[in-house]
């Protein structure tokens, strides 16, 4: 029987952890995820995402958790890119309208900032940058986007952050009226996991021996 190796997956919201450990999960990878929920009585620091783009913060987190737990760790950085603001908010997402994160004040600042601009001017995506570190460096790392347009009211009550205003027009839905399967199978975060995946059996299969 392989030994079952624990992975950290570095996010605290049980959202985003479920979402990542559903899309990674596979029987023939002998895995028990973690989440920073998992060990919130540790009282870790955060890491300081000072990187200017999604690559860059996903690996300072993954380095930082890797290091503090001694685990294998999964770390993603992601966002919303929208056309018609220079491709804001970009990295800072997460904290559009400032501190704390907070999803509905980031949408509604999102929505004043497109006041005006026409539907077919507010094309946008997300853009997801996954990577996976141990305590000595970064072992594997991977990227998916999903294109989309901006919507002033919100639709559907699933998903999280900027899901109900982002209208993806192949699906004919927004991100936020998908079930989990429908969005796992198109998200930007979906596609990033699904690379890795395939990249983690590889250096599982490896670490076994």
Same mark, same amino acid.
């Given at each position: 029987?392989?030994?079952?190796?624990? $992975?950290?997956?570095?996010?605290?919201?049980?959202?985003?952890?479920?979402?990542?450990?559903?899309?990674?999960?596979?029987?023939?990878?002998?895995?028990?995820?973690?989440?920073?929920?998992?060990?919130?009585?540790?009282?870790?620091?955060?890491?300081?995402?000072?990187?200017?783009?999604?690559?860059?913060?996903?690996? $300072?987190?993954?380095?930082?958790?890797? *290091?503090?737990?001694?685990?294998?760790?999964?770390?993603?950085?992601?966002?919303?890119?929208?056309?018609?603001?220079?491709?804001?908010?970009?990295?800072?997402?997460? *904290?559009?309208?400032?501190?704390?994160?907070?999803?509905?004040?980031?949408?509604?600042?999102?929505? *004043?900032?497109?006041?005006?601009?026409?539907?077919?001017?507010?094309?946008?995506?997300?853009?997801?940058?996954?990577?996976?570190?141990?305590?000595?460096?970064?072992?594997?790392?991977?990227?998916?986007?999903?294109?989309?347009? $901006?919507?002033?009211?919100?639709?559907?009550?699933?998903?999280?952050?900027?899901?109900?205003?982002?209208?993806?027009?192949?699906?004919?839905?927004?991100?936020?009226?998908?079930?989990?399967?429908?969005?796992?199978?198109?998200?930007?975060?979906?596609?990033?996991?699904?690379?890795?995946?395939?990249?983690?059996?590889?250096?599982?299969?490896?670490?076994?021996?």
């Amino acid at each position: 029987m392989p030994n079952v190796r624990e $992975i950290l997956l570095a996010t605290s919201n049980p959202g985003k952890a479920r979402e990542m450990a559903e899309i990674l999960a596979d029987s023939r990878a002998p895995v028990r995820w973690r989440s920073l929920s998992d060990l919130a009585g540790r009282r870790w620091p955060e890491p300081q995402e000072t990187a200017d783009t999604f690559i860059g913060n996903a690996t $300072i987190k993954a380095l930082h958790y890797a *290091r503090l737990s001694g685990l294998w760790t999964i770390a993603d950085d992601s966002g919303l890119e929208v056309d018609a603001l220079g491709g804001e908010p970009g990295v800072c997402s997460a *904290r559009y309208a400032g501190e704390p994160k907070d999803d509905r004040a980031n949408n509604a600042l999102l929505v *004043r900032r497109l006041a005006g601009v026409p539907a077919e001017r507010r094309t946008a995506r997300f853009r997801c940058c996954v990577v996976l570190a141990d305590a000595d460096g970064v072992l594997a790392s991977a990227e998916g986007t999903v294109e989309g347009r $901006i919507i002033d009211e919100p639709r559907g009550s699933g998903g999280f952050g900027y899901d109900p205003h982002f209208w993806i027009p192949a699906a004919g839905m927004t991100a936020a009226e998908m079930s989990p399967a429908q969005k796992h199978a198109i998200s930007h975060r979906g596609q990033a996991l699904r690379r890795l995946h395939d990249l983690l059996l590889a250096l599982l299969a490896a670490a076994q021996g």
